[in-house]
């Protein structure tokens, strides 16, 4: 049975659509495929001005030219989130706490903290018992004869190793997808009045539990090695503390990036095998031929799980704000210009690509900007790929012949590509 995953878009309507663009009226076809308004953008209008006076970036150099220059571009959002949001709401005051948008020296001690906690030695560690997780769902999936590849898998694997890092009682981990949902979901573009009171009630419940996690911890503290709840209660040795709002806001951004984008890597990279059944077969037989071998299966899965990463990125989109007069890709930017970073674009720039468009799991050199780049760099980026790697090769070892059922249902946003079902079987 096939399906029409990602529809086609002709040139002449991407062209249409490209020439005017707007971030704030994004039409479903667009959503279902960007790639080609993305490519249409890239040609001709590379540096897309908005209607509210934004821009809107598709070419990778430009991309990274924004990356490396932190001290132009700034991630802190209270100015673009205070009229979206209101000052003092709970979407308010979490995304602009939040690690990710934030800029030095809050950036700097938040990050230094997760850090010392996310050590080779310590996602090492994790191995095992992620290992073990997903042969428990696939087990399940094997004895019913398939299931849904984003609510029984995917969204499964980040859900329990996020919430073993932060430690979150097992009866406590049921709200997290949809809370996650509702928070990053009002991230998007454009968000309804019930869209943003639904973001407002999952990080006020969400605050909830932490708070009673971080007290039960700061009586009981765990590795500060390994646990990231109590390295970020501790803090530095040298004395340095987060606030009980920066820690709170933080755990909550932990829980939903790694949740998030995690789910859509492995998701996406599981849809896409079935959609490009020539890079299937190039996996399936050189996983056949490793066998055994784990060292040789993670030379092989590791540029498979970058690939797909580049191919259908997790997150799509990122933001910056330019604090001063300045350029990019030769066009000029004032003070205070919103700059909106196109991470789906610039993975799929032929600039950069090779054959872009093509899924190659043998591609090399792939730069990809999934995990972003510069001292925003994703924290958690080896812990996802060793998720995806283990989690994508262990199900197509399990389910060779696995087929989707049905076609699968997108999520229908604009920052965050991934599916929100795909029901399949397992021959």
Request: overall charge negative.
């Amino acid at each position: 049975m096939t399906f029409d995953i990602t529809p086609p878009m002709a040139p002449t309507r991407a062209r249409a659509i490209a020439q005017s663009f707007d971030l704030r009226a994004l039409q479903p076809e667009f959503l279902a495929n960007p790639y080609p308004v993305y490519a249409a953008l890239r040609a001709h209008e590379p540096v897309r001005r908005m209607p509210d006076g934004s821009v809107f970036l598709t070419r990778c150099a430009d991309l990274m030219a924004v990356y490396r220059d932190a001290q132009t571009f700034s991630s802190d959002k209270q100015v673009e989130f205070a009229p979206k949001y209101g000052v003092g709401s709970a979407l308010f005051e979490h995304h602009t706490t939040s690690l990710v948008f934030n800029d030095p020296p809050l950036h700097t001690r938040v990050r230094r903290l997760i850090m010392g906690a996310l050590t080779r030695r310590a996602i090492a560690d994790m191995e095992p018992g992620l290992i073990a997780l997903v042969d428990q769902l696939l087990d399940e999936m094997d004895a019913r004869g398939g299931g849904d590849l984003i609510e029984d898998f995917a969204s499964a694997i980040p859900v329990e190793i996020i919430g073993n890092l932060l430690d979150v009682p097992h009866e406590d981990r049921g709200p997290l997808r949809a809370w996650s949902l509702a928070i990053l979901g009002a991230l998007e573009p454009t968000i309804t009045p019930a869209q943003q009171a639904l973001g407002n009630q999952a990080v006020t419940e969400m605050l909830a539990c932490l708070r009673t996690l971080v007290a039960q911890r700061r009586r009981q503290p765990g590795d500060p090695e390994r646990d990231v709840l109590t390295r970020l209660i501790q803090g530095e040795a040298s004395g340095e503390q987060l606030s009980e709002v920066e820690l709170l806001q933080n755990c909550i951004f932990l829980l939903n990036a790694g949740h998030e984008t995690t789910t859509n890597l492995i998701g996406n990279g599981l849809i896409a095998l079935q959609e490009h059944p020539q890079a299937r077969g190039f996996l399936h037989t050189a996983l056949q031929h490793t066998a055994g071998d784990g060292a040789a299966q993670e030379a092989v899965l590791t540029p498979a799980v970058d690939e797909f990463l580049r191919f259908e990125s997790s997150n799509q989109l990122g933001n910056r704000r330019a604090v001063k007069d300045t350029q990019v890709g030769g066009i000029d930017l004032s003070a205070g210009t919103l700059v909106t970073l196109c991470i789906g674009a610039a993975n799929r720039d032929p600039a950069q690509f090779d054959h872009p468009d093509v899924l190659d799991l043998a591609r090399e050199n792939n730069k990809h900007l999934a995990f972003g780049f510069g001292i925003h760099q994703c924290a958690g980026l080896s812990l996802a790929r060793l998720e995806g790697r283990i989690a994508i090769g262990r199900f197509l070892q399990r389910f060779p012949d696995f087929q989707l059922t049905e076609a699968p249902q997108r999520g229908g946003r604009a920052r965050f590509r991934g599916f929100l079902r795909a029901p399949f079987s397992v021959v």
